[in-house]
């Protein structure tokens, strides 16, 4: 048996997603052995990370600051936002490095079933955030699955009564897809939303 | 972009062993989001492994002393060493709870293309304990890997020369398996192997 402190590291790294009993007791072994390269600096950087972080209390992004970086930075054009459900969606989003607008996070998709309604996500600072003068698109970045999808029809219903307009992500053919291996229902929405060229 | 600390806290777990950059991304994300049930525990709990382990002078494993418990450990048996690659090897063998002798930990394989030699392991620890008056057998359980054979058959090799008797674990059908998916290799080692019942 491991020791307890090699035991209680294990059990915390099997509770991150991704991991499990087996790849938690390699990544402690790894970080064990390699003290001074790995597991010194990743305590520092979780200790640091923890002390530094907040919620952005305008649009729920993660920064150092409130309001983040992105909320902050006046080059950014402020008529536009895009909601995303996740702060995972933002990074990729702003990997893309193509869309120079402000964001806000749900925090997640309404789901009646685990009994997450309109009151659990950010919903009402988006209302809010939308009635402002000024503001003249809400792109509706949700995923493209059924909860996404509900949480987007349920926010272009509550955004077309303040009047704002919205839009969503295109569904289409993914660049260097091939037809043969796409799903039926994307390959009919790339046919439905086809373009001149 | 996320903030430099989340940036490095992402960049660190995707070293760790099983972990790729989006595993790091999401691990990182459910970090910070559940941070005193999960980043303040595992900050705490990796502070606390790296202050206490160390390596056990005797046979390799990780404990808080050294000698480590099982070195220490007045009910094992002292003369039956059990040799394994890894920290890991050792920490398989006892969940078992099939064996109650020592172990001693190689540190890997010989592998001549990668420059590793038997200064690189310990094996020259194994060939004093080895030598040492009461030790009745070696068990050599390395991996049944091409790397972890050759390596046991240096190892049965040297340890041939002190006179001391060697064993290694029984190649065959795994329990629960089913000879249709076996290999031929395993295969044919269980027919060779075969016993009266």
């Given at each position: ?14 509770k991150?997603p ?42 729920g ?22 909601v995303v459900e996740d702060i995972a969606d ?14 806000h996070v749900l925090g997640g998709t309404l789901s009646p079933l685990d009994g997450i309604g309109p009151d659990d996500l950010t919903i009402a600072g988006l209302l ?12 509706i970045a949700t995923n493209a699955t059924v909860a996404g999808q509900t949480t987007a029809h349920y926010l272009r219903e509550r955004l ?8 969503r ?14 799903d039926?229902g ?12």
């Amino acid at each position: 048996m491991p020791a307890p402190e090699i035991e209680q590291l294990i059990s915390l790294l099997a509770k991150l997603p991704g991991l499990g009993p087996r790849s938690a007791r390699r990544a402690a072994l790894h970080m064990i052995r390699r003290r001074d390269q790995v597991m010194t600096p990743l305590t520092e950087a979780l200790r640091r990370a923890s002390d530094a972080l907040q919620t952005c209390q305008t649009c729920g992004n993660l920064d150092t600051r409130s309001p983040c970086s992105v909320c902050a930075d006046p080059e950014r054009d402020g008529r536009v936002i895009c909601v995303v459900e996740d702060i995972a969606d933002l990074w990729a989003l702003e990997r893309t490095q193509s869309f120079r607008g402000r964001y806000h996070v749900l925090g997640g998709t309404l789901s009646p079933l685990d009994g997450i309604g309109p009151d659990d996500l950010t919903i009402a600072g988006l209302l809010q955030r939308a009635e402002k003068p000024g503001i003249e698109e809400i792109i509706i970045a949700t995923n493209a699955t059924v909860a996404g999808q509900t949480t987007a029809h349920y926010l272009r219903e509550r955004l077309g009564e303040i009047g704002v307009k919205t839009s969503r992500l295109a569904h289409g053919v993914p660049v260097g897809g091939e037809l043969d291996y796409l799903d039926d229902g994307t390959l009919a929405a790339a046919l439905k939303s086809r373009r001149d060229m």
